[in-house]
């Protein structure tokens, strides 16, 4: 087996290196402490070079450049630390308007998303309904030319910075829930909108977003009325395959290497000598190589042209749950110095280990949790009957 990768493949991941090391600044990646995870300077250049239409196929409109160069940008900006959240959720909303949008959205809105002028953001979950995304009751209805949308959005994440939502509707209460959604892209700055921050026990902040009598002409609704389900597959197919984060861990085992080898412990010895710390430093590595194998996979079969299903879901459920484990490993590690936060100036690494510890979980829960995933692998591919 051949796991390299085409030479125009690897000419773009050194391209993507050089753009780090000249553009990413050690105050953007501080900058992310506030809880936003999304550099404006970053996100710009990054969309000058054209890499924010490179993931979106040649034939929707984009550079076409293909899922294995994707998830090598993907790589490369996770190993330095760089804010990928605001990139990977435009891309994604473009991609979904791109494929369903009427020709308002995708002449009007999509080039602003690809040139890093607008920002996107996701409004699926309600406060009721998050993993049973189809029971969404937010109400969009129709008066005269206009929809009238009512509800209430949780977890809106990037709300507080996006300039779109792309929201998830119900246009008929009284069919299956499946068939009665509709996606509307609703402007952020529309009267009757509000927006609540939602702290998170990481750093990374969330909001629930309330929309009280919103009205919307029928250029901004993307796809068929009551089709919306159709829409949501786009979405998730996109979310759980080649945009989203399969990389968290390596800073993490990048910091605890670190710790280990420079540590000093009152018996004069450092942690690297303890074999123990050596083998759960292996091991964590070796999960990463799993990681990579699984992304590298699903992306091949993206460039192939098979879309991908399942192995999304593989991708993302191995790649959280192994960096929720190499969090916890290396804090209990570290013993009481684990504890440090970002703000003690005695942390190692600005805490890094500490942070990253707070936010693993949530990446077990954003984007389909774990038990979903295992649900979908089990289905889609052990061949085990559906249970729901
Ligand atoms: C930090 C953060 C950011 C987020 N950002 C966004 C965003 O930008 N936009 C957005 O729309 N949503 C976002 N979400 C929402 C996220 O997608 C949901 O939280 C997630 O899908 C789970 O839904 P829920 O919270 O309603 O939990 P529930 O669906 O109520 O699940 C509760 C528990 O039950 C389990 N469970 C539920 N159903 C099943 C089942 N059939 N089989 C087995 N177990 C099951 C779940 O795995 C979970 O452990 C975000 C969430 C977080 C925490």
């Known amino acids: 087996?051949?796991?390299?990768?085409?030479?125009?493949?690897?000419?773009?991941?050194?391209?993507?290196?050089?753009?780090?090391?000249?553009?990413?600044?050690?105050?953007?990646?501080?900058?992310?402490?506030?809880?936003?995870?999304?550099?404006?300077?970053?996100?710009?250049?990054?969309?000058?070079?054209?890499?924010?239409?490179?993931?979106?196929?040649?034939?929707?409109?984009?550079?076409?450049?293909?899922?294995?160069?994707?998830?090598?940008?993907?790589?490369?900006?996770?190993?330095?630390?760089?804010?990928?959240?605001?990139?990977?959720?435009?891309?994604?909303?473009?991609?979904?308007?791109?494929?369903?949008?009427?020709?308002?959205?995708?002449?009007?809105?999509?080039?602003?998303?690809?040139?890093?002028?607008?920002?996107?953001?996701?409004?699926?979950?309600?406060?009721?309904?998050g993993s049973d995304v189809a029971a969404a009751k937010t109400r969009a209805e129709r008066d005269g030319d206009e929809w009238v949308i009512n509800g209430a959005k949780m977890w809106t994440s990037l709300a507080h910075v996006a300039d779109y939502v792309i929201l998830l509707t119900r246009t008929d209460p009284d069919v299956p829930k499946h068939k009665g959604l509709t996606f509307f892209l609703v402007p952020l700055d529309s009267p009757g909108i509000e927006i609540r921050p939602v702290p998170t026990m990481a750093v990374e902040?969330?909001?629930?977003?309330?929309?009280?009598?919103?009205?919307?002409?029928?250029?901004?609704?993307?796809?068929?009325?009551?089709?919306?389900?159709?829409?949501?597959?786009?979405?998730?197919k996109y979310e759980r395959g080649i945009t989203g984060g399969q990389f968290p861990s390596p800073p993490v085992i990048e910091a605890a290497i670190d710790w280990a080898e420079n540590h000093e412990r009152s018996d004069g010895t450092r942690p690297i000598d303890d074999p123990t710390v050596r083998e759960r430093l292996v091991r964590a590595l070796i999960d990463v190589e799993v990681c990579r194998g699984f992304a590298y996979h699903t992306a091949a079969l993206a460039e192939e042209g098979a879309m991908f299903g399942v192995e999304g879901s593989m991708t993302k459920l191995f790649a959280s749950e192994a960096y929720k484990k190499h969090c916890r490993w290396f804090q209990d590690l570290m013993g009481v110095d684990g504890l440090l936060t970002h703000h003690n100036p005695d942390a190692h690494l600005g805490g890094r280990i500490e942070e990253n510890l707070r936010h693993s979980p949530v990446t077990t829960i954003y984007g389909g949790t774990s038990e979903i995933s295992r649900n979908l692998v089990a289905e889609g591919h052990l061949g085990l009957p559906r249970i729901r």
């Open 1 to 129: 087996m051949d796991f390299s990768f085409p030479p125009e493949v690897e000419d773009f991941r050194a391209e993507v290196r050089t753009f780090l090391a000249e553009n990413l600044t050690e105050e953007m990646i501080a900058a992310t402490h506030d809880g936003t995870i999304h550099a404006p300077a970053l996100h710009a250049a990054m969309a000058e070079r054209g890499w924010l239409s490179g993931p979106v196929p040649e034939e929707l409109g984009g550079a076409g450049r293909g899922a294995l160069a994707s998830v090598v940008l993907n790589e490369e900006m996770q190993l330095a630390r760089a804010p990928i959240d605001a990139m990977a959720v435009s891309i994604v909303v473009a991609s979904i308007l791109l494929e369903h949008g009427s020709d308002h959205l995708r002449t009007e809105v999509v080039p602003r998303l690809l040139d890093g002028s607008a920002l996107g953001c996701f409004g699926y979950s309600e406060p009721e309904s």
């Open 205 to 236: 902040r969330s909001n629930a977003t309330f929309y009280d009598d919103v009205r919307l002409g029928d250029e901004w609704r993307v796809g068929d009325v009551d089709g919306g389900w159709a829409v949501m597959k786009t979405a998730l």
